[in-house]
């Protein structure tokens, strides 16, 4: 069992344009309405990173730099976890026509982008950040794996971590045999101590599963957690968001699952 807490989110998907906005919809005070994923520029990297930069990404960028500022915390200075089950799929698809082209021509940027940590390596460019990274992906439960990781890390280290998740739909035909409903982001900076700032404690643990993941009651929201190894996350958002004790289910490796028992801190879950 391991209990952390929760200072800042950022967060981009359908419909949930940064956190404050996306707060009140999974508090359930203002309605869901459906819109496109709306990634705002990131001006933090040098001219050249930013012609190189892919969407994954411009949103890995965007909800760390969110949930950083959300904390009051220097990015600089922190460790991170981020985790994607698929790394840059258009840049993937690229890649898999290029070799399959009569003369195989693959672009150094397109390689260049390819590789599973390509984000957490823009992100120490964009944030001038030396602090230690690492790059995770296990399936459709690449968040629960990097949650995991993340409160393991703050809770050793005794430091600060940010936790940056994000997927997004191959396009066809790797979207036939791996579909990916929609674009989805989540950041989260984690401590191990209660502060200020701490909007929740998550006291996590790993159990046998008994009981399905817990589901979101907003249809549409639910179609996007389904469809989304990144919004898994959405039951530990809309437990932040609304403020009471909650305990939610997702699913882990195997016949295990794992708990979080979420309890909110004596701050405002809303900033």
């Not at 390689?111 to 230690?132: D, L």
């Not at 739909?169 to 900076?189: C, D, E, K, Q, W």
């Not at 907003?218 to 403020?243: F, K, Q, Y």
Request: with cysteine.
């Amino acid at each position: 069992m391991i209990r952390v807490y929760v200072e800042g989110i950022g967060l981009h998907g359908e419909g949930l344009d940064g956190w404050e906005a996306s707060a009140a919809i999974l508090a359930g005070r203002e309605d869901y309405r459906a819109a496109p994923v709306n990634i705002p520029p990131i001006a933090l990297l040098p001219a050249n990173e930013r012609r190189r930069m892919v969407k994954t990404v411009k949103l890995a960028l965007a909800v760390g730099v969110q949930a950083f500022a959300h904390a009051g915390r220097d990015p600089k200075e922190t460790a991170t976890v981020f985790t994607s089950s698929g790394g840059d799929n258009d840049t993937l698809h690229d890649i898999l026509e290029s070799l399959a082209a009569p003369q195989i021509e693959v672009s150094p940027t397109r390689f260049h982008n390819s590789v599973h940590n390509a984000p957490s390596g823009y992100w120490s460019i964009a944030t001038g950040s030396s602090a230690p990274t690492s790059s995770l992906c296990m399936h459709d439960n690449s968040f629960v794996a990097g949650l995991l990781d993340a409160a393991a890390q703050a809770v050793v280290e005794k430091q600060p971590i940010g936790l940056i998740a994000y997927d997004l739909p191959y396009p066809g035909p790797l979207n036939a045999v791996r579909h990916i409903g929609s674009t989805f982001g989540v950041g989260m900076v984690i401590v191990p101590e209660p502060s200020d700032r701490a909007m929740a404690s998550v006291t996590l643990s790993i159990e046998a599963r008994n009981d399905a993941p817990t589901a979101m009651t907003v249809e549409p929201l639910e179609t996007i957690r389904r469809g989304n190894p990144a919004a898994r996350s959405l039951p530990l958002l809309e437990a932040i968001a609304r403020g009471s004790d909650s305990r939610i289910v997702l699913d882990y490796l195997g016949d295990r699952s794992v708990t979080l028992a979420i309890a909110p801190c004596l701050v405002t879950a809303v900033p």
